[in-house]
Nanobody, 121 residues
Framework: QVQLVASGGGLVQAGGSLRLSCAAS????????MGWYRQAPGKQRELVAL???????SIADSVKGRFTISRDIAKNTVYLQMNSLKPEDTAVYYC???????????????WGQGTQVTVSS
């Protein structure tokens, strides 16, 4: 029902930075957890960062220390700040709502088209 539009991707050289945005069509960030995923060619989709509705965050080990998730509730937007980018970060990045089942979070069924991030050497 809610539309999530990921944007901000592009081509950047290794060591550079990008900030991705995920804009929601309605106010949900104070009630739903949100996650950033990425999928590289030939790879499984990977959860790289999440933020709970209460503002708690979790960052994947593969990007810890380089990526930061944040939000602007008033703008219904979640951000992924990506610093010190590496070629291995090249992927399509998606955002999605998350639901908790037991101890794990799972994404919603509707992914959208994501935004391409390409990191060159």
């Amino acid at each position: 029902q809610v539309q999530l539009v990921a944007s901000g991707g592009g081509l950047v050289q290794a060591g550079g930075s990008l900030r991705l945005s995920c804009a929601a069509s309605k106010s949900i960030l104070n009630s739903d957890a949100m996650g950033w995923y990425r999928q590289a060619p030939g790879k499984q989709r990977e959860l790289v960062a999440l933020m709970t509705s209460g503002g708690g965050t979790s960052i994947a080990d593969s990007v810890k220390g380089r990526f930061t998730i944040s939000r602007d509730i008033a703008k219904n937007t979640v951000y992924l700040q990506m610093n010190s980018l590496k070629p291995e970060d090249t992927a399509v990045y998606y955002c999605n709502r998350l639901t908790r089942h037991g101890a794990a979070y799972y994404p919603g069924d509707y992914w959208g088209q994501g935004t391409q991030v390409t990191v060159s050497s």
